[in-house]
């Protein structure tokens, strides 16, 4: 389905129906101190859109299954319930740096699902791990070197054989790590993504990327190093594994007149999205989102201000560390748009076919079910209209940082702090 932003009441425009974005539901507790642990760290669906896996700050993963369509509650349709949660990492301590490693949850990466089970990538700072998540609804009875408790039976008091049989039981998700990863990233690990063949994955820190394979743990080849100053590379995997030259390098040439103080801070990127089609990448800085075409390297073919007036309050930010906070962004399962976070609990949408963008809210004064979400404004200045917020009242300490979109449908996952927020469109 088709996806972008419609003007006038703000909503979403979708197989050329207009319509509106509704609260769906909200997770997590209503706490004013939130503890630190609970701080959800990044959100990501499954290639089906059936499963959303959540990691915090605290070391666990949650993982949340979509409701199928029950005929007696409609309008639970589209509702995810907590599937399976575990825990991924612990805290560690590296004796040779006299450093702590963390046990938050950089990034979640699903694979594509092969058989029954699931398979996910998470990583902390130093340490991926592959894990299966499978389920289990019936055991086996009837063992013969073993009593029902478990106990060894006495060989000598075993006179006839039985043969086992599976009985069923209350269903049962388990969580269990395949593989480790570690011990390969000098700096913290801050992204992983797993290539198209399905057999290999790329993890990155701030200054190299390493290629492993999903059967190999203890080598993996460094294929590039990287750069703050807002450029892309692209290598082609294809030409070599070693990536030691890149085949395409997308730069967008600085208006020397604008440079200050923060341009190489602000220019930095804090992600990048391959489109579903191919054709397109998407970039995200400090105060924009960019959509390149990979057959064009001088610049990008579409520019998104996300919170442009944001650029006069550039001082303070970098004096309180928000100027190095770092945004996702998504596509929406047609490519027809984007969607990025910002401050105040605020994130924003563009339509790339129109050019029209909103900014809404993640908020639980509007977590009434099906509530519509109302379109916010900020004002730079002069007379604030009554549905506006000043940007001297934004508080800095809401950042939606991690949002996901559901690859088929217009249902989003936005978390705020340590609550996550599922909206959808007000046909599903």
Same mark, same amino acid.
């Given at each position: 389905?088709?996806?972008?932003?419609?003007? &006038? &009441?703000?909503? %979403?425009?979708?197989? &050329?129906?207009?319509?509106?974005?509704?609260?769906?539901?909200?997770?997590?507790?209503?706490?004013?101190?939130?503890?630190?642990?609970?701080?959800?760290?990044?959100?990501?669906?499954?290639?089906?859109?059936?499963? +959303?896996?959540?990691?915090?700050?605290?070391?666990?993963?949650?993982?949340?299954?979509?409701?199928?369509?029950?005929?007696?509650?409609?309008?639970?349709?589209?509702?995810?319930?907590?599937?399976?949660?575990?825990? @991924?990492?612990?805290?560690?301590?590296?004796?040779?740096?006299?450093?702590?490693?963390?046990?938050?949850?950089?990034?979640?990466?699903?694979?594509?699902?092969?058989?029954?089970?699931?398979?996910?990538?998470?990583?902390?700072?130093?340490?991926?791990?592959?894990?299966?998540?499978?389920?289990?609804?019936?055991?086996?009875?009837?063992?013969?070197?073993?009593?029902?408790?478990?106990?060894?039976?006495?060989?000598?008091?075993?006179?006839?054989?039985?043969?086992?049989?599976?009985?069923?039981?209350?269903?049962?998700?388990?969580?269990?790590?395949?593989?480790?990863?570690?011990?390969?990233?000098?700096?913290?690990?801050?992204?992983?993504?797993? *290539?198209?063949?399905?057999?290999?994955?790329?993890?990155?820190?701030?200054?190299?990327?390493?290629?492993?394979?999903?059967?190999?743990?203890? =080598?993996?080849?460094?294929?590039?190093?990287? @750069?703050?100053?807002?450029?892309?590379?692209? !290598?082609?995997? =294809?030409? @070599?594994?070693?990536?030691?030259?890149?085949?395409?390098?997308?730069?967008?040439?600085?208006?020397?007149?604008?440079?200050?103080?923060?341009?190489?801070?602000?220019?930095?990127?804090?992600?990048?999205?391959?489109?579903?089609?191919?054709?397109?990448?998407?970039?995200?800085?400090?105060?924009?989102?960019?959509?390149?075409?990979?057959?064009?390297?001088?610049?990008? %073919?579409?520019?998104?201000?996300?919170?442009?007036?944001?650029?006069?309050?550039?001082?303070?930010?970098?004096?309180?560390?928000?100027?190095?906070?770092?945004?996702? !962004? !998504?596509?929406?399962?047609?490519?027809?748009?984007?969607?990025?976070?910002?401050?105040?609990?605020?994130? =924003?949408?563009?339509?790339? *076919?129109?050019?029209?963008?909103?900014?809404?809210?993640?908020?639980?004064?509007?977590?009434?079910?099906?509530?519509?979400?109302?379109?916010?404004?900020? !004002?730079?200045?002069?007379?604030?209209?009554?549905?506006?917020?000043?940007?001297?009242? +934004?508080?800095?300490?809401?950042?939606? +940082?991690?949002?996901?979109?559901?690859?088929?449908?217009?249902?989003?996952?936005?978390?705020?702090?340590?609550? +996550?927020?599922?909206?959808?469109?007000?046909?599903?």
């Amino acid at each position: 389905m088709a996806a972008g932003v419609a003007g &006038g &009441g703000g909503g %979403v425009a979708g197989g &050329g129906n207009d319509f509106q974005w509704c609260f769906s539901q909200v997770k997590g507790a209503i706490d004013e101190d939130v503890a630190e642990a609970d701080i959800i760290s990044t959100v990501e669906f499954n290639y089906s859109g059936d499963l +959303l896996a959540t990691g915090d700050k605290g070391g666990r993963v949650v993982i949340f299954q979509r409701e199928p369509e029950n005929k007696s509650r409609p309008h639970s349709r589209g509702e995810y319930n907590v599937y399976s949660t575990f825990q @991924s990492h612990e805290p560690e301590f590296d004796y040779l740096k006299s450093l702590e490693i963390e046990e938050k949850i950089n990034k979640i990466r699903w694979l594509p699902q092969q058989n029954a089970a699931h398979f996910l990538l998470s990583t902390n700072d130093k340490t991926i791990k592959l894990w299966k998540i499978s389920e289990r609804d019936k055991r086996a009875e009837g063992y013969n070197l073993k009593d029902e408790d478990g106990r060894l039976r006495d060989p000598f008091r075993i006179t006839a054989l039985r043969v086992p049989i599976l009985k069923p039981m209350d269903l049962m998700v388990e969580a269990s790590p395949r593989r480790i990863f570690a011990n390969a990233h000098t700096y913290h690990i801050n992204s992983i993504s797993v *290539n198209s063949d399905h057999e290999t994955y790329l993890s990155a820190d701030d200054l190299r990327i390493n290629l492993w394979h999903l059967e190999i743990t203890d =080598r993996s080849f460094s294929i590039l190093f990287t @750069s703050s100053k807002g450029t892309i590379r692209l !290598c082609d995997m =294809r030409s @070599s594994a070693l990536c030691d030259r890149h085949s395409k390098f997308f730069e967008e040439p600085e208006d020397p007149s604008s440079r200050s103080f923060f341009s190489e801070i602000i220019s930095s990127i804090s992600d990048v999205k391959f489109s579903h089609s191919g054709r397109y990448m998407m970039t995200r800085d400090y105060l924009s989102v960019k959509v390149w075409d990979l057959n064009m390297e001088n610049r990008p %073919v579409e520019t998104y201000q996300v919170h442009e007036y944001l650029r006069s309050k550039l001082c303070s930010l970098y004096e309180n560390d928000c100027i190095f906070d770092k945004f996702e !962004c !998504c596509w929406n399962g047609s490519d027809s748009a984007i969607m990025t976070g910002s401050y105040n609990n605020f994130f =924003r949408m563009f339509d790339r *076919n129109t050019r029209r963008d909103i900014t809404l809210e993640a908020s639980r004064e509007s977590s009434k079910p099906r509530a519509i979400l109302k379109p916010r404004k900020v !004002c730079t200045g002069g007379k604030r209209k009554k549905d506006e917020i000043s940007v001297d009242s +934004l508080d800095f300490n809401k950042k939606i +940082l991690h949002t996901a979109w559901h690859p088929a449908e217009n249902i989003i996952a936005v978390a705020a702090t340590n609550n +996550l927020y599922i909206f959808q469109d007000k046909i599903n």
